[in-house]
């Protein structure tokens, strides 16, 4: 069986590990044979963490998660996966997704700060990002928001780096939590058990108590 090895670098290896064997992805355990990907990913960052320092991030790394989910993604069949894995594999693949798009969503903000947009030849960082994601630039602009309230927002940008929240959710909890700080963690709470349309009419019910003058709020978040 080919896997993964532990260290930052792309090395493959070969092992007589089984073929059938067990990893864990967040709290999920999956059987799957090639799940030495997704081993490799959690072992990574266990040892990043551990290390301190060392576990900085850089644009290479996030390169070869690229390159290795594509892998996955190449070789993964829905129809395949056990009936009684399938509402794991949803919850798993949902948070995976979350932490990906976390990820974009924190560093929007330096899309802006470096102009990558004249490098990638778009027309700013809201059509960067647009491009990049296949959303609408009204999105985007959200995002690059959002991105730029989360250096003071500490509570919501570790929810954003865990996989709690999701964009949309964050576009949302951001926004509110900038008229009422002292929301943050009872949004945060709300957004892993209440609909998106829920979240949205309880952080406008927040916002009108935080600023009765609901039109002054109105062209503050326009602006």
Do not use: Y
């Not at 993604?73 to 997704?97: E, H, M, T």
């Not at 909890?173 to 309880?202: H, Y």
């Amino acid at each position: 069986m080919t896997l993964f090895n532990t260290s930052h670098e792309a090395e493959i290896i070969t092992t007589d590990i089984p073929s059938e064997m067990t990893c864990e992805l967040g709290k999920q355990p999956i059987r799957d044979p090639r799940c030495g990907i997704l081993e490799h990913t959690i072992e990574t960052g266990r040892r990043g963490r551990d290390m301190g320092g060392q576990g900085v991030v850089e644009a290479g790394e996030v390169t070869e998660l690229v390159t290795h989910l594509h892998t996955l993604a190449s070789r993964f069949d829905p129809d395949q996966i056990p009936d009684s894995d399938v509402a794991g594999l949803v919850v798993d693949l949902g948070r995976a997704g979350r932490l990906v798009d976390g990820m974009l969503t924190r560093a929007a903000r330096r899309a802006t700060e470096t102009s990558a947009h004249e490098t990638a030849g778009a027309k700013d960082a809201a059509t960067l990002i647009a491009t990049a994601t296949g959303s609408s630039t009204a999105a985007a602009k959200k995002m690059l928001k959002t991105s730029e309230q989360l250096v003071d927002q500490p509570d919501v940008d570790k929810a954003v780096t865990d996989g709690t929240l999701s964009t949309d959710q964050a576009v949302v909890v951001s926004e509110t939590v900038a008229d009422a700080p002292d929301k943050a963690g009872e949004l945060i709470g709300d957004a892993t058990s209440q609909t998106l349309p829920e979240l949205r009419k309880k952080a406008r019910d927040i916002r009108t108590a935080a600023d009765p003058d609901r039109e002054t709020t109105r062209r503050r978040h326009l602006a």
